[in-house]
């Protein structure tokens, strides 16, 4: 534990590090080594959290997260492929990668890391951010609703989509561990807290 939790370069406190916590447990307890398994994501806070997990792993071109996912599936289907990403890119600039992976419904697990916020870039609203939060770029108060990713992912074809949030680490292992072992795409939405900047 304490090897790993000394390369991570995020603020100190910042949620992510409790996923990524789940995460790795989830992998043990199924008996899932780090050579049958790719954990591939892009940019974002939480881009670098397959730097994070040991074993395969991919911070892939731009925009391509479950892009290059997908490719690693169908190059090596025995490989267990884990995509991690933020909600701003996965669930708003990339969406249309996110339905239709969905649709697709290959075997490949979903980690998205939601903290309501495009944090990277220093707190512009995302397609996740309540309706009333004051962000950069909705500085009087966000006028529009949010999407809800579990049923987007339901309408889109998913068969698993489940909420949870990170500060509830053993139920959210749990939660991993069925999304991995579910035969196709399976969608976990963590709710997270940016404790440097999220003020909602
Ligand atoms: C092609 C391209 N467009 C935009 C960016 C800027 N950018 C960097 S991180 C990021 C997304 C950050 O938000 P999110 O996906 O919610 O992840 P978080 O940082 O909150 O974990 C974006 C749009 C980029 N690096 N490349
Ligand atoms: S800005 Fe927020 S989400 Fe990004 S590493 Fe820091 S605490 Fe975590």
Redesign the pocket.
């Known amino acids: 534990m304490r090897t790993w939790l000394i390369n991570i370069q995020w603020c100190p406190g910042c949620w992510?590090t409790l996923i990524i916590a789940a995460i790795k447990s989830a992998f043990r307890e199924l008996g899932i080594e780090s050579h049958q398994r790719v954990v591939v994501s892009?940019?974002?806070?939480?881009?670098k959290a397959s730097q994070y997990i040991d074993g395969y792993a991919a911070e892939t071109l731009?925009?391509r997260t479950l892009p290059f996912a997908t490719w690693v599936k169908m190059a090596n289907p025995e490989l267990t492929v884990m995509a991690v990403?933020?909600?701003?890119?996965?669930?708003?600039?990339w969406m249309g990668h996110f339905i239709h992976a969905c649709k697709r419904d290959l075997d490949i697990t979903y980690v998205v890391?939601?903290?309501e916020?495009?944090?990277?870039?220093t707190g512009?609203a995302?397609p996740t951010t309540p309706i009333w939060a004051k962000t950069k770029t909705t500085p009087t108060g966000n006028t529009s609703a949010p999407i809800d990713p579990i049923a987007l992912a339901l309408t889109s074809w998913a068969k698993f989509a489940k909420r949870w949030d990170s500060s509830k680490m053993a139920e959210l292992k749990e939660i991993i561990k069925e999304a991995i072992q579910h035969k196709g795409f399976s969608l976990v939405d963590v709710t997270?807290v940016?404790p440097s900047f999220k003020r909602w």
């Open positions: 992510d892009w940019v974002g806070c939480s881009g731009h925009w990403w933020g909600d701003g890119d996965g669930y708003g600039i890391f939601n903290n916020t495009y944090w990277l870039t512009q995302s997270q940016c």
